[in-house]
C-alpha cells in the first residue's frame, strides 16, 4: 500500500520533485492572491455593521485556520516519522513550524487591530484570542527545541514528540479556556455580531484563503529544500549540487 | 469598485489605521519569511561548500604528515644502514 | 541475576531518588520555601487589601505551585545526565517507563506533596474563602502530580541541552494551563457554594492520561537527549 | 560471536568518522579502539551499546539487531563512558549497591568489591568528597560483579593510577578467559595484557 | 604583555559573555517567553475581568521580571564554574571585580533590556492604566539592574553547590522585595496621576549602592564558592 | 627560587593528606608530584595555585606570601586544573583567543597554536563539538603562548592521545630549558624527559 510512496521517501528524489511543483505553487499562490487582495480591498462590499474594517476578516480568517491546519500537518508528520522512521517526515515538520509561527502571529496582531476599533480594546481574555495565543507558545516551543538541537536528526524527533504531546493537549486547551471564559464572565464585549456572509463577500474571501494556502505551500516547499540539503551535507548528490551552485568568494 | 478616491481608500471610512496595520504587517511578516526561506538556500550551500573546503585542508595536512613520517623514517633507515 | 521484578526495580530507583533528596535536604525545603515566597511577594506587590486578595488567592497559589513545581524539575534528570547515570540508567534491563515513572513519583513525593501541606496557611495569609479549602487541597492533590508528569516530558526533552533552563519553562508552560484552568474554576465554583465536581473529574481525567501516556514519551524523549 | 557490526557509517557534524566498518567481537576477545584524538573512539562505542544511532548500519547481537532485543542485550551489557555515573550525594557503598541492583546483581558483597577498586576505609564518604580518581574507581568496582559477557569501556584508565591500571587489566584478562569480551579505549598501552592477546580496531579516517 | 588596562578586561569579558548570548539565541529569547509566559498564566488563574486585571497588573508584571531574572541568573557563573573558566578567571591578572561587573552588566543587557522593551505589551494585555506606562519602563530600567546585581551576589554564594537553583531563589528573593515594593508603589502611585519622583529616587539609590558595592560581595563570595 | 610551600599542612574530610610539607621550585624544574588516586594531588597543586587555602602553612613567590601579591602572583602564573575552562558554545579559536587576551598575550598567532595541539581544520568547529581530547587540546593551546615562568598543570595528558603527550613533554623540557619550571601530576611515567631531569614530590600519607 505504500509502495508508491516509496520515492518519495527518498531526499534525492524529493528535492526534485520539489523542485519541479515550485514555480507552480508560486505561479497559482501569486495570482490567487492577487485576484483575492484587490478583489477584497477595492471591490468587496463593506460590512453593514463594521464598515470598512471587515476588510480585516479577509487576512484574518485565512491565517487563523491555516494556523491550526499547520499544527494538524505538523502532528501528523510527527506521527509518521515516529512511527515509521521517516527522516524526510522530520523535515518536512520542520519545514512548517516557522511558516506555522509567523501565521499564528499574523492572526493574533490582525486580531488585536480588529478588536481595537470593534471592542473598544486591542485584547481581551477570550476564549478563542486565549487558544490561539497558546498555540504561538506551542509553536514557538518546537522551534526553541529545533533550534537548540545542533543534530538536526535529533531535533526532528525532539520536536516530533513535543508536537505530539502539544497536539493531545491542543483540544483540551481550547475546550478549557472556552469552559473557563463561560463560566467567569458572561460576555462583556459583545462578539462579532455574525453576519450571514453574501456571496460577494465570499468569493473574494475563498481565493485570498486559496491564496494564502497556496503561499504556505511554497514557503513550505522552499524550507524543505533546505532542511534536506543541511541533513545530507555528505551525500554525493549533494556535494555535486553545491559544487554547481556555490558562491566562491 | 467601492471607493470613489484614493484618499478615500487609503482612508477605509474612517479605519485606515487599522486595516493598513494589520495588512501591512502581515505582507512585511510573509515576505520576511519568504526571502529568509529563499536566502537560507544559498546559506547552507555556502556552508557545505565551507564543509568541503575544510575536508580538503585536512587531508592536505594529513597527507603532508604522511610524507614527513615516510621520509623520516627514510633518514633513519639511512642512518641505520 | 536478572531477577529483578518490575516491582522491585519500581523501588529501587524511588528509593534511591528519596535518599538522596533526603541527604540533599535543601531539595524538599527549598521548593517549598519558593511556593511561599511567591505567594507572600504578591501581596506586596499588589497591596493587602482583603477583597482583591481573596478574589485572586486561588490564582496566586495555583501560579505559585505551578512555577515551584517548574524550578524543581530539573532536579529530575539534569544530574543524572550530567554524571552519567541516566546513561547507565538506559542501559539497565528494564523497561524505561518504568524507571521514568519512579523518578516522577519520587519528584511528586519530594516536591508536589510538600505544597499540599503549606498551602492551607498560604491560603489563608491571602484570605482564600473558607468554603474553598476543600477544592483547594483536592485540586492540588489531583493536579500537582500531572505537574510532575507533564515536566518531565519537558526536562526529559531538554536535558541534553546545554543551559535548557528557560527553554524548559516555553516547552512546559503551555501543557500546563488546561490544569490551571479547570483547579481555579473549581475552587471559585466552591468559593460560591457550588459543587466542583465536573471540574475535579477532569482533572482526573489529566492526571490519568499523563500517567499512562507521560512515562513513554519521556522514555522517547531521553532516548533521543542522551543520543 | 557475541556481537557484530555492519555496515557502520558515523557522520558528526558533517564530518564521516567511519564508513562501511565491520567488526566482529567474539567470547574471548579483547578489543581495543585505537585512534588519536578525535577519530571517533567514543562515537562507535556508543553505537556499539545502543547509545546512539549509526547513520547507516546495523548492530547485531547474536544475530539480532539490538533494537530488536533491547532488554535482552542490555542483560548482556556492561558499558562504562567517559562520564562514571556516580551519584556525588551518595556513599561510595551506596552507589555501588545501586549500580549493582540495577543490573539484578548480589549486593551482598559491595565490600570486597570496593577493597579491589582499593577504597577500604572510604566505603562511607559521599562521592563528591573524593578525588578524581577514587570517583571513577567506584563506578569500576562493578567489574568484580558483572555477569555481563560483553563490556564496553571508554577511557577506563582515566585518572587511575599505576597499580589500579595494572589490576583492571588482570580483570579484563580474567574475563575474558571466562568467555566474556571487552572492548576498550585507551591512549595508554596495555602492559599486562601480552600485545598478541589483544585486537585492534584503528580508526585514522580523519588523519590517514 | 600584561599590556591588558582595565578597560580592555572589562570589555574583553562583557563582549565574550554577549558572543555566546548571541550565539546561543535562546539565551536572549528565553526569558523574555518566560516572562511573556508567566504574564498570561495569571489571567488565566484568576480570570479575564479587566477591572481586576488593571488593578493588579504592575505586581504582576514585576513579579514576572523578578522571577524571569531569577530564573536566568545561573548562566551568569554556573556554566562558567562547571567548565573551569571561573577558575581561570580568577587566576587572571586582574581586580575580580571588574570582571565581575562586566559579567554582570553583560548579564543585564541580555536579559533585562528586553523585558524593558516587551514589557508595554504585556501591559497592554493586562489592560495596564494608561498614565501607568512612564512609570513602569523607568523602574524597570532603574529596577532591573538591581535585580542583576543582587542576584549575581546569590549565585556567586550558590555556584559551588551542587543543586543551587531553588536555594539560589531563597537567598535572593528577599533582596528583591525592596525593589518590588518601591516600584509597584511608583507605578500605583502614576496610575492615579501623582508624582512618583520619591520612589524613582529610593530605586536609584538601591542602583548605586549596589553598583558600588555588589562587584567586591561577589568577588569575595566567588573566592569562598571555588576554595 | 620561584616558588616556595612552607609547612603545608592539608586536611580533608578529617584526613590529614600531608603535614608540613615543604616545597622549592626554582627556575628551570620541572616537578612531578606522585602518588596513588585519593594520595591529595590535586589538593596540593590549587594550594599552590591560591585556589585553596592550606590549613597551615604559607605559599610564597619570591619571597612573597601570594596572598600578599595575588595580581603578580598571576601574572607569572598558569594553571591548568581537571576541568580545561574551555566554552562549549564558542570555537577553538575563540575560547583560544579569549584566554590569551584575559592574559594579556598576543592573540595574532592562534592559528599557529591551535596547529602545535593538532587542531588544525578544527578552528570554527564549536569547542562543544569536539571530541573529549581535542576538548582539552583547546585548553592545552595556550602553553604554546605562555609567557609565565610558572606553570601547574594537573594530568595534562587525560584523554590526549600518544603523538599528543609526546609533544607536550618536548614542550615542557623547552619551558623549563627556557628558565620556567613544570609541576604537575600524572598516572603515566614521562617518556621523552629524561628521569633526572625530573624532580618527584611522593604523597602517600594515607597509604604508608
Ligand atoms: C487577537 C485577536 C483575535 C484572535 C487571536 C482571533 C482568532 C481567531 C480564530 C482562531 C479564528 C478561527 C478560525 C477558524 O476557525 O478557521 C477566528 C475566526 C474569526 N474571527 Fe477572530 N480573532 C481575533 C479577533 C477578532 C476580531 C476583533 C474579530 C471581529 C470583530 C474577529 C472576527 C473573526 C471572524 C468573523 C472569524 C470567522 C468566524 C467563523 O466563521 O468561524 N476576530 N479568529
Ligand atoms: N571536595 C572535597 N571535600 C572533601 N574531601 C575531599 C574533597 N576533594 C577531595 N577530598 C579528599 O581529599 C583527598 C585527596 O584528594 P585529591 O583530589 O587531592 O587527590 P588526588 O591525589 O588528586 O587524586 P587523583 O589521583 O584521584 O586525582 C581524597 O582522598 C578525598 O578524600
Ligand atoms: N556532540 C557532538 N556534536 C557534533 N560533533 C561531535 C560531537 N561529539 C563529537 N563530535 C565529532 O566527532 C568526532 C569524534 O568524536 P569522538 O568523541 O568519537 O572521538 P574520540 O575518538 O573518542 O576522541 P578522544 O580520544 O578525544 O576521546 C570529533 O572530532 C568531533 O568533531
Ligand atoms: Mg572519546
Ligand atoms: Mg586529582
Redesign the pocket.
Known sequence: MWKWLHPYANPEVSYHFTGRLLPWFSALAAILLSIGLVWALLFAPADYQQGDSFRIFYIHVPAASLSMGIYFGMAIAALCSLVWQLKLADASAAAMAPVGAVFTAIALLTGSAWGKPMWGTWWIWDARLTSELILLFLYLGVIALHSAFEDKNLAGKAAGILTLVGSINLPIIKYSVEWWNTLHQGSTVSKLGKPSMSLDMLWPFLFCFLGFAMLVAVIVCYRFRNEILARNSIRPWVRELVSARATHK | MQFNSFSEFINMGGYGFYVWLSFGVSALLLVILLISSKADHQKIINNIAKQKQREDKLRQARELRKQQASSAQDEAEQATS | MKSLSYRDAFFLVLKRDITIALRHRDDIINPLLFFIIVVTLFPLGIGPEANTLSQIAPGIIWVAALLATLLSLDRLFKSDYNDGSLEQMLLSPHPIFLLVLAKVVAHWLITGLPLIFIAPLLAVLLHLNEQSYGALILTLLLGTPVLSLLGAVGVALTVGIKKGGVLLSLLVLPLYIPVLIFATSAIDTASIGLPYSGQLAIIAALFFGSLTLAPFAVGAALKVSTN | MLLKGENLTCIREDRLLFDDLNVEINAGDIVQVEGPNGSGKTSLLRILAGLSQPYEGNVLFKQTAISQCREEYHENLLYFGHLPGVKGEMSAEENLSFNLALHGLDTSETHDDLAHVNLLG?ED?LA???????HRRIALARLYQSQAPIWILDEPFT?I?KQGVASLEQRFTEHAEQGGCVILTTHQDLLAISSDKVKKITLDYAFE
Open positions: 572510604f564518604s563528591s568528597h573524593l578525588s578524581a580518581g577514587q585518572a593510577d
